[in-house]
């Protein structure tokens, strides 16, 4: 064996012990006499001690070990004198007798550590070295995890897993096939899945009443933020039932993997929310609940006072940032550019703050009194130091879309968007179709349950 422990493995139980560790170097210290090394592996980290009185010539081979080195050594378990309480091994070091450099490497590009000095181009580039990363690792063990729980949760509820085909005939869903052509038959082509869909229908029909399969799936689309041409979805069907009964289903399976994968108990049944309530109010088919900042329509309100974007406009809402009235005018312009941006593309953004002593300061003063401002004021129910910040436009789903990208931003600035806090909903009755601007005909929306998007 190359390794009789990990370097996640030993414990101050060990000390005195004969070890064999392999891995990547980490960094390398030299203070004084000696040379301290951090050893990597998949598990964690170990650190290493060599000492110039001890082995004057392996401490020497140990000072021209290089970053991503990998090497096997051997030596005693020992307990550190200057413990570390950020690692799990933090209270051992190993006395390293014997060191075989496995390969050697050239520098790295950047450095493998969690906050690390590359960017997203060349991480790409040596995506190996990316994945070296404990916080990137992290993830792929996530979902490895996830896969597992699924499986385990799908398979108790009677559901059975099966592999359908990925080189089928075209049967096209909300976005554009990739094709690959049939060397068989020339001048045909076969389609990679954009999901499922017919196949897991076919397995109804055959009397497979519970199907789930962990799916990969292409649509030929453009790049965006949670969109890629090819992704992972949990793809399922059933069988004689109702909404509520493959709600009530999957709800339990959310519910089952936070409390398995995260340790969070979930007792309260999700919220529901009608999609035109979600698009309405957060501009959003997949809200963020974490916080408030629901849109306010403001159209019989600021119309017709003379200030030609809002008189001409055929939408004008806005959200009310509790406590954010104290926003510099360096930092309202940065947010004006923020929802000018191609990716959003509003034309321009209006604020208004709300001053100690109740009367409202906007960027728009001189075309609305400050009877309209009040009553504008009253209709988000804003208080002293609130910032109030609206949007308006031509088309009335674009600008909440535009004003959900502002939400959010404000969300993030002010600290609201915790990772550690959940909010789940179900969002229902979706439109069986929406209008495709740049194809000018109606599409067929993808059915809110086999979305990969949400």
Known sequence: MYRSHTCGELRISDVNKQVTLAGWVQRSRKMGGMTFIDLRDRYGITQLVFNEEVNAELCERANHLGREFVIQVKGTVNERFSKNQHIPTGDIEIIVSELDVLNSSLTPPFTIEENTDGGDDIRMKYRYLDLRRANVRNNLELRHKMTIEVRKYLDN???????TPILVGSTPEGARD???PSRMNPGQFYALPQSPQTLKQLLMVSGFDRYFQIAKCFRDEDLRADRQPEFTQIDCEMSFVEQDDVINLFEGMAKYLFKEIRGVEMDE???????????????????DLRFGMKFVELM????????????????????CAEGAAHYTR???????????RPQIGAKGMVYARVEADGNVKSSVDKFYTQEVLQEMKAAFNAKPGDLILILSGDDAMKTRKQLNELRLEMGNQLGLRDKNKFVCLWVVDFPMFEWSDEEGRLMAMHHP???SEE
């Open 157 to 163: 509820q009677g559901f059975i897993e099966v592999e």
């Open 178 to 180: 990739f094709v690959v």
């Open 269 to 287: 049944p999700f919220m529901r929310m009608p999609w035109a309530d979600a698009m309405k109010y957060y501009g959003s088919d997949k809200p």
């Open 300 to 319: 019989d309100i600021m119309k017709g006072h003379g200030f030609p974007v809002f008189d001409n406009a055929a939408y004008i809402g806005g959200i």
């Open 330 to 340: 360096k930092q309202l312009d940065a947010l004006t550019e923020f929802v000018k």
């Open 449 to 451: 349950f086999t979305r």
